[in-house]
């Protein structure tokens, strides 16, 4: 081979690229905020952690992320998904669900944006009873439609632009809701200082 330091430069090069921009860039981003402060999170319920489940079964991290960018290098924040994510904001996340591609919102933050749980519940019955223009799948399976003059189940909801018709989620319906609600990686960072008071 003739010109094998091309060669060599060119992989070199490469590599020392991805480190400073998968590497260094992040940690100098994040570093100073995480060594000051860490996520106030708590562990999933029980319920939370099956929706949790569900949310990786039915292929939700395929069109939604849970990362909020730093303003620096995008406008998530303008978006109102909340403050940058920081790696304790993940503490209980195994695996993680950071998702690669935004076909839909942001999550990082459903639980405080969007706390309804009729409006999670229709949304997934059919997105588009509340966003006409939608192009997330319904998920009508999870769901019992009935008809009937009046609430049917305690926990019924009734669909919107119907005669006395109404959904009756299932368990794994409840399940991916909890889940939902309790994503609310928004709040204020603690302070290493007082983590413990
Ligand atoms: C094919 C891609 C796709 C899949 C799969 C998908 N979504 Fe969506 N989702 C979207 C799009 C696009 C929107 C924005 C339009 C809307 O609100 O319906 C959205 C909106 C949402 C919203 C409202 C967000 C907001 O900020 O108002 C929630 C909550 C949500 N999705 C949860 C889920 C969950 C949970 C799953 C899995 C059960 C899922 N999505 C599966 C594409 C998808």
Redesign the pocket.
């Known amino acids: 081979m003739k010109k094998a330091y091309l060669f060599v430069l060119g992989g070199s090069s490469t590599l020392l690229l991805s480190i400073f921009l998968f590497f260094i860039v992040p940690r100098v981003q994040m570093g100073a905020l995480e060594r000051a402060a860490i996520s106030a999170q708590s562990p999933y319920t029980e319920t939370e952690a099956r929706g949790r489940l569900?949310?990786i079964e039915?292929?939700?991290?395929?069109?939604?992320t849970q990362q909020v960018r730093d303003p620096s290098v995008g406008a998530d924040k303008a978006f109102g998904w909340g403050r940058a994510s920081i790696p304790s904001d993940y503490i209980y996340d195994r695996p993680h669900l950071l998702g690669t591609s935004r076909?839909?919102?942001?999550?990082s933050n459903?639980g405080s944006?969007?706390p309804s749980r009729e409006w999670?519940h229709l949304?997934?019955f059919n997105?588009?009873l509340?966003?006409a223009?939608?192009?997330?799948?319904p998920?009508p399976f999870l769901y019992a439609e009935v008809a009937s003059e009046t609430s049917p189940d305690g926990r019924a909801i009734a669909i919107p632009g119907t005669d006395h018709r109404w959904i009756v989620p299932s368990e794994k319906a409840e399940d991916?809701v909890a889940?939902?609600q309790s994503l609310k990686r928004d709040r204020d960072p603690i302070p290493r200082e007082t983590k413990h008071e």
């Open positions: 569900a949310y039915y292929g939700c991290v395929y069109c939604h076909t839909g919102p942001d999550l459903i944006r969007q999670l949304h997934f997105p588009r509340l966003v223009w939608s192009i997330m799948p998920f991916l889940y939902l």
